[in-house]
């Protein structure tokens, strides 16, 4: 992508960091005088006005306070929340288990009505068998260091999954032709996740293409990412998730996954790649 996806993130927080700097010169403060009334070291108000260290509630507070704007911090509270929110490391979303984070996504499925899913390298969650989602969830906890709840986190995504079969959604799903031949879990349970994306692919609510490794390209593999409605960008990094909400990037990723979709091949040229895929196990 022309922009880093973390982009978005870092420009919600200089936007906190500008609105707290603006309220300083508002007042007629230099950041040495703003840091004695709030009871801290001058380099703590330059690192917070160059967006290099978040601010806390309480920081907020004493901010606003010192410039005789006490009732503008609850909005900035708010909109600083949000802006950490954007960027969430996978360290601290995973907490409370892998099966939390199935579970914390329904309420996002429930609301939307058209979902774009780009991937690169796996088989989308909505898409994936329990077996092919416990191996990669279990992959997962590995990698984060994580105590492996894979078996629950795995039945929770399938049964939050079962939304591709409910009226009135729109699933668009494109992914790359390497994502049929990386090998998770077991030949038996690979096989059983290509078997249900023969069945998965025909359902009237999915659209799902795949881009053939053949293929002449006007655009570069991505990173894996969801656009929910045409609100909400979700992009998966190794060590983070990424919330885009800025209209222009936002606006960026559908035109990249449109030109992504147009490379891609639907229907019996899609189920030849999943039987080719299948063949190759044995």
Known sequence: MPTSPSSSA??????????????????????????????????????????RTP????????WCQACDAEDQAADIIVESRDAESAYTEWQRTVRAGLKRLQDSYVRLYESTELFRIYSP????????TEGYARAVLSATAELLDLPNDADEAAVARVQR??????????????IEESALSYQLGDPAAMAAQLGYLLTAGALPTVSLGIIPSSTQRGLWPQELFHVYDNQLVSVELMAARVRITQP???????KAFEQLRSMAVYGADARALILRAIEALH
Not at 18 to 47: F, Y
């Open 10 to 51: 870092q420009a919600a927080r200089e936007r906190v960091a500008r609105r707290l700097r603006d309220l300083r010169a508002d007042a007629g403060l230099t950041g040495t005088e703003l840091a004695v009334r709030c009871g801290w070291t001058h380099p703590k108000t330059s690192r917070i006005e160059n967006a």
């Open 55 to 62: 601010p806390t509630p309480d920081d907020i507070r004493r």
């Open 121 to 128: 390298t796996l088989v989308p969650g909505l898409l994936q």
């Open 161 to 174: 999954s079962q939304i591709i079969h409910r009226p009135g959604r729109r699933f668009v799903m494109v």
């Open 248 to 254: 222009s990037e936002v606006a960026l990723y559908l």
